[in-house]
């Protein structure tokens, strides 16, 4: 079944796969397609062909330079070597296997002559599966294939010799779980555990990239629920307080990561500290900003509900633009369950409430007889002062207010 539903891939392939047949070498399919294959997912028309061969770098190069529009070697050292003809990428590994020192960020690699060697180095047994091209069968050595059918989730060797090799498999585990559905044996779960201070050696860049991916799946709960157990949640997202009502309120606030990162920190401390957590993840300013503009707005909104109008006003204007967030958060951590009525129905009585002022500096200059300056910005901010307390003001009343406010 998985050969008729990757054909069209191994077709498309076949032409390159013949040159390496004609050197003497062997080629095969590994990587995701195939996991994705056996589980019946459908193939993204742009996806990477991912391959490895027996065939050393100098020799993938050749060949590929025969076939290929344009190619890189970047990653030549580390057996890799990437091309692209027409639309479509292609990476060959020869076989290899790779393991990190113990104070080491980068991989030690040793190139290997057989496909069994190469996939006892993949992460998880159901990443662990090749098929050769173009017309040969499933390699599956660990088994791969049973555990995707029972949700399984295994490491081909030992699970403390396949996380010492790339700590980083630890948070793949995790997203693995979650994506697919699937139950980690428990020697592996007790590896992570033991093996959680080995996640030091990582780079925080791969950290924070492997935690994006689990925060896009469609339910990421069971994957940081795996972190918290195994005492790893703490290490990637800093102190996040109460591990457990984190989980909870992370099923409650929907699907956008940013709302998802800021329902995991809502309990961690004061907002240095979420600071720091963000920090510590390296997360791009932008995100950053955002994670804690939602969850500042929320806890406010929460811990000083709005009594009045203008209090709701001033919440919605420094809620913006992440008022959908914030006030979501906000109805998941509890005690505003009006909130969410009383925004929608502020907005649609003041469309204008975050818009620009009802005079600009010119108007606001000539009506006062100012000249650019300090007190052109505090007549603004006294427009909005008065917009936020009283509501929508018409240029004619602005005027009047300002010259209320001037002569006083």
Known sequence: M???????????????AER????????????????????GLPLDSSFDLDLTTDAQPDAVKAILEEWADTLWTQGERFGTIGARRGDRRVEITTHRTERYLPDSRKPEVAFADAIEADLSRRDFTINAMAVELPDGGLVDPFGGADDLRVGRLCTPLGPEETFSDDPLRMLRAARFLAQFDMTAEPKLVDAMTAMADRLEIVAHERIRDELDRLLTLSDPGPGFELLFETGLGERVLGPVGDGHAALALLGKVGDDPVIRLAALLAYAGSPAEVRSALSERRTTTEVSRAVFAVLTAARRAVEHPPQSLAELRRWVVDAEPHLPQAVMLAIALGGVNTLTADVEALVAAEPDLSGPPALDGDEIMALLGLEPGPEVGAAVDELRRHRLDSGPLAADEAREHLLRWRSS
């Open 20 to 39: 390496f047949a004609a050197g003497g070498y062997r080629i095969y399919l590994v990587g995701g397609i195939v996991r994705d294959a056996m589980l």
């Open 2 to 16: 998985i050969l008729d539903r990757l054909a069209p891939v191994r077709e498309e392939a076949r032409e390159l």
